[in-house]
């Protein structure tokens, strides 16, 4: 099966540029002993972000059906330069572009909505699932996890049955992070 690969957005994590905390490591060695290819970009600003969020749209990338958003976040959104970019404002940016791709939320809080808000997302996008934290989380667990479910989702079709597959899969890992407080939901759950 051929390796889906990762498309990475991240953020500054501090003020002071000379701390250097990524998530790009873990990429690196997702690739190195996986083969699964990546793209990691920073965005410091919501124009940056925009850009390109624009090109993961496109048919170019369409090989990186994951795409890994590792920000800052809050309630319903991500945080860039101190402003809250909403669910609702990145539904209309990858409106109807997200057929059999994975959005996958490396950011505090961002999930932790109702349902109903998650299933309006994923409908304006079309994503076959999204998933991310909805508490704050702390790095190095939530880092640990991300590396084992970035690599779990390698392990099925991104399709209806693989995806149930691939959830049931993360969901029990997920037990070993219950602080995490993970939410997965799959196009399955919004019809």
Not at 7 to 12: A, H, P, V, W
Not at 173 to 182: I, P, Q
Request: glycine share 6%; charged share 30%; hydrophobic share 40%.
């Amino acid at each position: 099966m051929q390796k889906k690969g990762i498309f990475c957005l991240e953020g500054l994590w501090y003020d002071d540029l000379r701390k250097r905390s990524t998530v790009k490591p873990i990429l690196e060695l997702l690739e190195l002993n996986s083969g699964i290819p990546f793209l990691h970009s920073d965005c410091a600003t919501e124009e940056e972000f925009n850009f390109y969020i624009k090109k993961w749209k496109t048919k170019k990338y369409s090989q990186y059906p994951i795409l890994y958003l590792a920000f800052h976040g809050k309630k319903n959104g991500l945080l860039i330069e101190d402003k809250l970019i909403t669910l609702e404002e990145l539904g209309e940016l990858l409106k109807g572009k997200c057929k059999n791709r994975i959005i996958v939320f490396a950011s505090c809080s961002t999930v932790s909505v109702n349902k109903k808000r998650l299933k309006d997302f994923m409908e304006k996008t079309q994503a076959l699932a999204i998933c991310g934290y909805k508490l704050v989380v702390q790095w190095i667990s939530s880092t640990a996890f991300e590396l084992m479910l970035l690599s779990l989702m390698q392990d099925n079709v991104f399709d209806g049955r693989g995806i149930e597959a691939i959830k049931n899969k993360i969901i029990r890992v997920s037990r070993m992070f219950k602080e995490l407080d993970f939410l997965m939901l799959t196009k399955k759950e919004i019809l």
